[in-house]
């Protein structure tokens, strides 16, 4: 069975037929190639109504994470043992994955929600590329000069049975996240999720955002 068909089935009808109530069936579904980080599994994003699964979307509706493969698929809830579950069967081949990546993943589902979400960022080059034209940031020269020795970069490194993920994020709302700072996350063996005291380096980077479209 593929992993389309395994998702459905663990779905069920009742929650298939209220995502096709609220979307063309095509979209439902969408497989997320950017987001290659597992060995064993694909990262499926699911569209569902407003209030329906987990993580609101904006303007209206809601949608799930499943990681899926041939034989079984797995949905990721917000701070559940799921996650954990694919982690630690994944664990050996995570510190080469994409650390970016991996770290943008585990935190839209252990970060603060939608007014609290999170973009990763490579390094200090990232944020400056996010002030060059046609985007319409406009970064804090000040409060750059002072974050820049802190920055460093996002990495992934194993150390005495734990994988380490040092991101640098701006957290916020969407769009106009502005708060820059370290976020620390180790993962264990059997696929245990800790979150260290964010380290802020700066609460306000930008003094300027671009507008948005829905």
């Known amino acids: ?100 990546k991996l770290s943008s993943f585990i935190l839209s589902l252990y970060g603060g929600g939608i007014m609290r979400s999170h973009s990763v960022l490579a390094d200090a080059e990232e944020l400056r590329d996010m002030a060059a034209p046609p985007r319409d940031y406009r970064i804090k020269s000040r409060a750059l000069a002072r974050a820049l020795p802190a920055i460093g970069v996002t990495s992934c490194k194993v150390e005495n049975g734990i994988v380490t993920l040092r991101a640098i994020t701006l957290r916020g709302w969407m769009h106009r996240a502005a708060n820059l700072g370290i976020e620390t996350i180790t993962i264990a063996q059997n696929g245990r999720v800790k979150l260290a005291w964010r380290k802020t380096l700066a609460r306000k980077i930008f003094d300027q955002f671009p507008d948005i479209e829905y």
């Open 1 to 100: 069975m593929n992993p389309v068909d395994r998702i459905k089935e663990d779905l069920g009808q009742v929650q298939w037929a209220r995502c096709c109530d609220g979307w063309r069936e095509e979209h439902i579904i969408q497989h997320q190639t950017d987001l290659n980080i597992f060995e064993r599994f694909q990262i499926y994003v699911i569209q569902g109504k407003t209030y329906q699964f987990d993580f609101p979307s904006l303007p209206y509706g809601s949608y799930c994470y499943y990681a899926a493969n041939d034989r079984e698929a797995v949905r990721l809830r917000r701070k559940g043992r799921a996650i954990e579950k694919i982690l630690a069967a994944e664990w050996s081949s995570l510190p080469a994955r994409d650390p970016v």
